[in-house]
């Protein structure tokens, strides 16, 4: 006959109260640097979306110019990449 061995103490005995992990978490988030991070993630979250409406932005802003350097259109020209 086999007897069956309990565990000396359950799972949830182990764990801290509330606050001793509350605190174990701010610890382990300063200690890897999260702090900044986690600040900021929380101030994106309660601030409101952009403005999708058209009357919000009201002056047309221009492309940015690209340049193409004189190696970099070589290369694409060796290519076949012609960047006229």
Known sequence: ??????PSS????ELGTPAE???DGREASRNLGLQGRLERAAKAAVT???SLR???YPIEVG???IRVSDAAARI????H????
Request: aromatic share 4%.
């Open 21 to 23: 992990m509350a605190a």
């Open 10 to 13: 359950l799972a949830g005995d």
């Open 54 to 56: 058209f009357d919000d």
């Open 1 to 6: 006959m086999t007897t069956s061995r309990r």
């Open 81 to 84: 990449l012609h960047l006229d």
């Open 63 to 65: 492309k940015r110019e």
């Open 48 to 50: 409101p979306a952009p």
């Open 76 to 79: 694409a020209n060796a290519l």
